[in-house]
């Protein structure tokens, strides 16, 4: 923040000084949630928040289910990046139960995670561009995230939540329509994306909006506890792909880019240039996918075909103990975080050997570096802090659970 | 500098605060080490400010709810992450259900605000000198801790599902 603006949020006259809501519908809340403003002018002093308009107690929900049946609730964390939620959620219960994921398995999921923040970072990017006065770039993504989903589509029957692959791997291989589809992606997703940067990274009414709106330093980013592109953005490499690879991204080269300011220029440019290096990732896996089975040998967890389930007896009772949640777990304690969309998405579960978690706790970045909003718009006029809301990302389903 | 490991963290902790170190193990490659409550802040802050174990971040902060452990019904607790040594570690404190207070940390770190304005949403845990203890999730006029074990999910219609049959007596805490 500029030295003048910290004087005119300083020196506010109160008898200037306007209360105004902004949202809980607001076209640019993009979800529900309240800031309630306190504005001299365009230029806001304070602000105080409101969350929770969604909050449909996913933790507690999670200590009534078995393991299986919290796969769907993961979905409707960031339901922008679905996939990556639901892939998560079983890592963690792999690591509980302590099975060895094949090869083909983790390399399909780095591709699928991947095809998922890339379809986060594309609408997240090109809301900031509407936010901006920048229709155009909003709609023209929209071809490209449609073929992502076309690819969920394929392998889990799903487009949005999309219950993505199974405990101990996938639900079916890559079918020939996948791999069609995966290749043509990849040939033609890079000009189309090229070309949607060419419209907003070095437009000068763009850049002009952006840089410089609702900056945040390293030091406190840091201290919120910030996490992805938003804490990238303010210069610190964290990352979790790279701190605690999973699901074998130590495999794959990639870089993590930075930016230096933390604004929501720099936030933009992050995500763009994840979107290239995700989709350096996904080329790399899908060349050198490992041939093996799609799925772990897992009976206790994985349902077997349907087929069999009719005319086998062992498969028979295998489905029924599944289905019924009488599956013996072990007890313990397990963190597994993996990088989400918008940062460190993590899964704190601790089972006591009964068939539901006996608590499960998820670490949901929104939620954790939403609460610096206010600290971020402090002395911005009210169009920047639009902008600098959409350029944080914040989903209101995760960020409410 | 050389990376300190999860026995290094032990064995500096143990040796700072030995008697405040309630039980320790290590689970899933993350470090656990039970704390005295009342000291719990210190401890995080001797952590954070320490040169070579230097734990700079705060993962999250989780509530437990125990009913069947007497006089430690309640577990705040709260994962840290050293980047300099990727380390990461969970430092619990145990509370009494007549008592739940526990000192803040919101002085050390910013993003604990919400995380024990949920905890306190969840389980009715105070923690002493938070700037504005607020439900966040939930209705302000909330009269109960949603998260309490004795507050129970209702599936009525669904006997098929009924703990009681897989050796586990929710219905009845």
Not at chain 2, 61 to 77: K, L, Q
Not at chain 2, 143 to 170: C, H, I, Q, S
Request: proline content about 5%; hydrophobic content about 40%.
């Amino acid at each position: 923040m500029s030295q003048e603006l910290k004087d005119i949020a300083q020196n506010a006259d109160p008898a200037n000084v306007a209360t105004i809501n902004f949202g809980p519908t607001h076209p640019s809340t993009h979800g529900i949630f309240q800031n309630i403003l306190k504005v001299d002018g365009e230029k806001i002093i304070s602000s105080e928040q409101t969350v929770g308009y969604i909050h449909r107690a996913f933790e507690k929900l999670a200590e009534r289910r078995p393991y299986n049946q919290i796969t769907p609730i993961t979905d409707r964390l960031n339901y922008c990046s679905s996939p990556i939620n639901n892939i998560g959620w079983e890592m963690t219960v792999e690591k509980l139960i302590g099975v060895d994921i094949p090869k083909r398995v983790q390399y399909m999921r780095v591709i699928i995670m991947e095809l998922a923040r890339i379809a986060d970072h594309l609408i997240c990017n090109s809301v900031i561009g509407v936010d901006a006065g920048a229709l155009t770039s909003f709609f023209y993504p929209f071809s490209e995230r449609e073929k992502i989903y076309e690819l969920y589509e394929e392998l889990s029957g799903a487009r949005l939540t999309t219950n993505m692959g199974r405990i101990g791997g996938f639900e079916r291989d890559f079918t020939p329509v996948f791999h069609q589809k995966l290749k043509s992606f990849l040939k033609t997703f890079p000009k189309a994306f090229e070309e949607f940067d060419s419209m907003l990274a070095r437009n000068r009414i763009f850049m002009d909006r952006t840089k410089g709106a609702g900056p945040i330093s390293a030091e406190r980013a840091l201290s919120y506890s910030f996490s992805g592109p938003n804490l990238r953005a303010a210069g610190v490499d964290y990352d979790v792909r790279a701190m605690n690879p999973y699901s074998s991204y130590e495999d794959f080269d990639f870089i993590i880019p930075v930016g230096v300011n933390g604004d929501t220029y720099d936030r933009f440019m992050v995500r763009q240039e994840e979107i290239r290096q995700s989709l350096r990732i996904i080329e790399q896996a899908y060349q050198n996918l490992p041939e093996g089975d799609y799925k772990a040998d897992l009976p206790d967890f994985y349902l077997p075909p349907k087929a069999d389930v009719y005319n086998n007896m062992e498969a028979l009772i295998y489905h029924f103990k599944i289905v019924m949640g009488e599956t013996e777990l072990p007890v313990g304690e397990v963190y597994h975080a993996v990088e989400g969309g918008n940062g460190e998405l993590g899964y704190y579960l601790i089972s006591d050997g009964g068939r539901t978690p006996y608590r499960l706790q998820f670490r949901r970045p929104c939620f954790i570096y939403y609460q610096a909003y206010p600290e971020m718009i402090k002395g911005m006029p009210i169009s920047d802090a639009v902008l600098t809301l959409s350029s944080i990302n914040v989903i209101a389903g995760e960020l409410d659970a | 500098m050389e990376m300190q490991n999860n026995q290094d963290f032990l064995a500096a902790i143990q040796a700072q605060f030995g008697a405040d170190v309630l039980a320790h193990d290590i689970a899933f490659d993350i470090l656990n080490i039970e704390i005295t409550p009342s000291q719990i802040h210190v401890v995080i802050e001797w952590l954070q400010q320490h040169p070579t174990l230097s734990v700079n971040y705060l993962t999250n902060i989780a509530g437990i709810h125990y009913p069947e452990s007497a006089g430690r019904e309640f577990a705040v607790v709260y994962q840290l992450h050293s980047w300099k040594n990727n380390i990461r570690l969970r430092i619990k404190g145990y509370l009494p259900k007549e008592n739940l207070h526990i000192a803040t940390v919101t002085d050390l770190f910013a993003g604990a605000n919400w995380m024990e304005r949920e905890t306190y949403d969840f389980f009715g845990i105070c923690f002493d000198g938070h700037p504005d203890l607020r439900r966040i999730l939930n209705m302000e006029d909330m009269d109960y801790f949603p998260m309490r074990k004795e507050y129970v999910l209702e599936d009525a219609t669904r006997e098929d599902k009924d703990d009681r049959f897989f050796g586990r007596n929710n219905n009845e805490l």
